[in-house]
């Protein structure tokens, strides 16, 4: 006899990873290598360690460990805030009137409101071990900056944040928070650095981009000795923390004898989405079972949906490494959303790979339409979500309908990153009906993927 699933699936302690799964080493046709921008050759470590920590670029190398060992130290952080719940979403059943099976990974209960947490404070534990003064970085919605700041003041690390200017600006709390974490915060672009200035020149008036302000972090780390960068999302490092998630998921799922048929996250980065797809998309790599994969991104950023599968350079100021992936241009320039984490012009190397080789699918979803779902999901399961996950719930509920009008009881799965208590202008807006869609034209994202660098190998 099926045990009851109660409203919250609760992991005991014991049952948390103590290892962070790799989806990579199950993965046959692995994702591209990053590539030094200047001779076009696959960046070795020595250079990778220029810019980032040197324990955290041997596991963004590392592509034959399925399983790498979580330290005790960060276990124990985790503690604090996970296992995080797994959430059967009666309530919302019950009001759609669908046969589906909805279930949600919570991953808001920490003071950075998200999934960030997970690989901040792994980064800044590899930081700190690495003796190194300080860290910086990049933030959009100002949750990874938050959660960065968190684990600096946990370790004692000074942490240098450039915010993207819109969000600075939309989210005047976000960026309190991180202050009060001991962190110093910039909108970006801003005047601080050359490539700021240069940006600045290039789009006078521009509202930023995580292209933008990651370039402007990267600078920092490199002028200021002690110093490295650190990033929220894209690299396969911070998928790898992130695992966290997917690995929760499927224990409290297979706890109850659950196995999900949709597995649903938002796409920006692709670090909340890789995590919690990462140990089912390996089943299926590894022939031991089928999802149903969705990636949703915003129609305003849609790198999957109508981006090209090339090399492209991470950052605005073209800095970074060159990464395979899909993309609209390192040059492109978002629309001012309120869905800030996810104003990415690009996706992780191995989201992008999974994508290409069939294993999940893509859908751009408006703006207005992400905002009547999260109120709706709010007044129904009471909580208020923040707009990046709230385009997971959109087309959760899009695929529960879908459910009612065939009748199968699916099982849906889909991550909630986090919550929206800092996004109240953003709902202010959709609440006085001031919030319009924006849907860049076919001409604006050829412009944009027209400057992406054209070499031997990099044909699309």
């Not at 960030?116 to 900056?145: F, M, P, R």
């Not at 911070?238 to 796409?267: F, N, P, R, W």
Request: aromatic content about 10%.
């Amino acid at each position: 006899m099926a045990k009851e699933i109660p409203y919250k699936i609760y992991l005991e302690e014991s049952e948390m990873p103590k290892a962070w799964y790799n989806v990579r080493a199950d993965m046959k046709k692995k994702p591209a290598p990053l590539l030094n921008p200047q001779t076009h050759k696959p960046c070795t470590a020595e250079e990778l360690e220029q810019v980032f920590c040197k324990e955290l670029v041997a596991q963004e190398l590392n592509e034959t460990d399925a399983y790498i060992e979580i330290p005790e130290e960060i276990r124990n952080f985790y503690k604090m805030y996970r296992p995080a719940p797994l959430v059967r979403a009666y309530c919302l059943e019950k009001k759609l009137g669908t046969p589906a099976h909805i279930y949600y990974k919570f991953e808001g209960n920490n003071t950075s409101g998200s999934h960030k947490l997970n690989s901040a404070i792994a980064q800044a534990y590899y930081a700190k071990k690495q003796g190194l003064k300080g860290v910086t970085t990049e933030t959009g919605a100002g949750q990874w900056g938050t959660a960065l700041s968190m684990a600096s003041s946990y370790f004692g690390l000074d942490c240098v944040v450039y915010m993207v200017k819109c969000s600075y600006e939309q989210k005047p709390f976000r960026r309190e928070v991180i202050r009060t974490y001991g962190a110093n915060v910039t909108p970006s672009p801003s005047m601080n650095t050359e490539v700021g200035r240069r940006i600045n020149a290039e789009f006078p008036g521009t509202n930023g981009s995580l292209g933008c302000a990651i370039s402007e972090a990267v600078e920092h780390a490199m002028t200021h000795e002690g110093y490295r960068y650190v990033l929220g999302s894209v690299l396969n490092q911070v998928l790898l923390h992130q695992s966290v998630i997917g690995l929760e998921t499927k224990t409290a799922l297979d706890k109850y004898g659950v196995k999900a048929d949709i597995i649903i996250g938002c796409a920006g980065g692709g670090s909340n989405l890789g995590g919690l797809i990462s140990p089912f998309a390996g089943e299926m790599l590894r022939g031991e079972a089928d999802y149903k994969i969705i990636a949703v991104e915003p129609a305003s950023c849609p790198s999957l949906t109508r981006g090209v599968y090339a090399y492209d350079y991470c950052d605005t100021g073209k800095v970074c490494p060159l990464q395979k992936m899909y993309t609209l241009g390192s040059g492109f320039m978002p629309s001012a959303s309120h869905a800030g984490g996810l104003r990415y012009h690009g996706m992780s190397s191995i989201v992008s790979e999974l994508y290409d080789q069939g294993l999940m699918e893509a859908r751009s979803v408006e703006q207005t339409s992400v905002f009547q779902a999260a109120e709706d999901f709010a007044r129904i399961e009471g909580i208020l979500p923040a707009p990046e996950s709230s385009h997971a719930i959109r087309v959760a509920i899009d695929e529960a309908m879908k459910c009612k009008e065939t009748g199968e009881a699916k099982n849906i799965v889909f991550g909630l990153t986090g919550t929206g208590y800092f996004d109240m202008y953003a709902y202010k807006a959709f609440n006085d009906g001031e919030m319009g869609d924006y849907i860049p034209s076919d001409a604006e994202i050829k412009k944009a993927t027209d400057m992406i660098p054209r070499f031997p190998g990099n044909e699309f």
